[in-house]
């Protein structure tokens, strides 16, 4: 019998100064019903995990928002497609958004990286899920498009990602940055591993993103989740894991 009490999620809460109608945070492996390699609140349903496990995960993280308001799942394919409404299914996009309070956004993670966004008036929310190919898909600029808002008055958030020291990625990955924008290549170091590969910086890539946008407010970017146990890794676990659910809605 598992104990109601060990479900709740240890949570992570953005550092950043967030309009009180804004609620987010992303939940850690720490507590939770999984097992053995998803161990413990994993929430997704396509990684092997015992169902009912995921489904209890769910339940609480339902529970976490409050209000009884419905959490808009994705499924995710690392593109750049911004669910902008509620949906009964799950709509393929990589990030969402919210502008009511009928529902609250999620994206899963296992080392790509979350990114939160608000207005500073506390009306328009959003989370995008951004590995590299997202990123490079341009997932960030559809978000900041789709909220309809001037660049300058959003506040974001990056969440727990993979470091630059733990992301070694072949040529192909700096040159879909860097063929497009050249000043991406800071974020690209050679890897003291294998030649003619690098040291990617996802946190570099998404802010010199963000800025480009007009972006001026973002926070975070100090985690690794390939470092720290108390996160999901896809690459330290070599695929076999769960992740991590990033939430953001309007109270």
């Not at 497009?180 to 946190?203: C, I, K, N, T």
């Amino acid at each position: 019998m598992i104990d109601a009490l060990d479900l709740r999620p240890t949570r992570i809460e953005p550092d950043w100064p967030a309009p009180p109608s804004v609620g987010a945070f992303v939940t850690t492996r720490e507590t939770g019903p999984s097992q053995g390699p998803y161990a413990a609140f994993n929430p997704a349903a396509h990684v092997g995990d015992n169902q009912d496990h995921v489904d209890l995960c769910r339940r609480m993280l339902v529970k976490e928002v409050g209000d009884d308001r419905p959490l808009l799942w994705l499924d995710q394919v690392h593109g750049a497609s911004v669910q902008q409404h509620w949906s009964d299914t799950t709509p393929t996009a990589d990030a969402s958004i919210a502008t009511t309070r009928d529902y609250a956004c999620v994206v899963m993670t296992a080392d790509c990286l979350p990114v939160f966004f608000c207005d500073r008036a506390g009306e328009r929310v959003a989370v995008a899920h951004a590995g590299w190919r997202s990123l490079a898909g341009g997932v960030l600029e559809a978000t900041v498009a789709s909220l309809g808002v001037e660049p300058g008055s959003l506040l974001t958030w990056l969440g727990p990602a993979i470091s630059n020291a733990q992301f070694e990625v072949g040529p192909e990955v700096r040159e879909a940055f860097c063929g497009v924008h050249p000043e991406a290549a800071s974020a690209f170091e050679p890897s003291p591993y294998r030649l003619g590969h690098h040291m990617g910086d996802l946190y570099k890539l998404a802010r010199l993103r963000l800025e480009r946008l007009g972006v001026s407010h973002i926070s975070g970017g100090h985690f690794c989740t390939a470092c720290e146990s108390r996160f999901y890794s896809h690459r330290r676990d070599d695929g076999v894991t769960g992740r991590m659910a990033s939430v953001i809605w309007l109270r």
